[in-house]
């Protein structure tokens, strides 16, 4: 069975820092697209960034591109999602999500939440003074 465990929310001041973790059970993480999503109270979830299982390239949305990061620690099954120079606006709760994705289409499928069939159940991240 697969499980994925997200963590590492928590409340940050605008500005400042952190490293969310994806950890799975069950799941091979190298094996697989990883993604990372979120959603504010009263928006629909939107995909923040994904690294692929062919060549480890990443995709991010544009407003996150410069501040994000996603990595992977294969030997621990984990993948992370740097995030710095965090604003109020990130604030929402974030996701990760696991599947194959057809790597010739990746580049605008990485994003639709449809595409993946494992997800976590979240953590929170708040950005406020």
């Known amino acids: 069975q697969v499980h994925l465990v997200e963590s590492g929310g928590g409340l940050v001041q605008p500005g400042g820092s952190l490293i969310l973790s994806c950890a799975a059970s069950?799941?091979?993480?190298?094996?697989?697209?990883i993604a990372w999503f979120r959603q504010a109270p009263g928006k629909e979830r939107e995909g923040v960034g994904c690294?692929?299982?062919?060549?480890?390239?990443?995709y991010y949305t544009d407003s996150v591109k410069g501040r994000f990061t996603i990595s992977r620690d294969n030997a621990k099954n984990t993948v992370y999602l740097q995030m710095n120079s965090l604003k109020p606006e990130d604030t929402a709760v974030y996701y990760c999500?696991?599947?194959?994705?057809?790597?010739?289409?990746?580049?605008?499928?990485?994003?639709?939440?449809?595409?993946?069939?494992?997800w976590g159940q979240g953590t929170q991240v708040t950005v406020s003074p």
């Open positions: 999500a696991a599947d194959d994705i057809n790597s010739k289409f990746i580049v605008v499928l990485w994003s639709r939440a449809d595409e993946y069939d494992y």
């Open positions: 069950g799941y091979s993480l190298d094996d697989h697209d």
């Open positions: 690294i692929s299982s062919s060549d480890d390239r990443t």
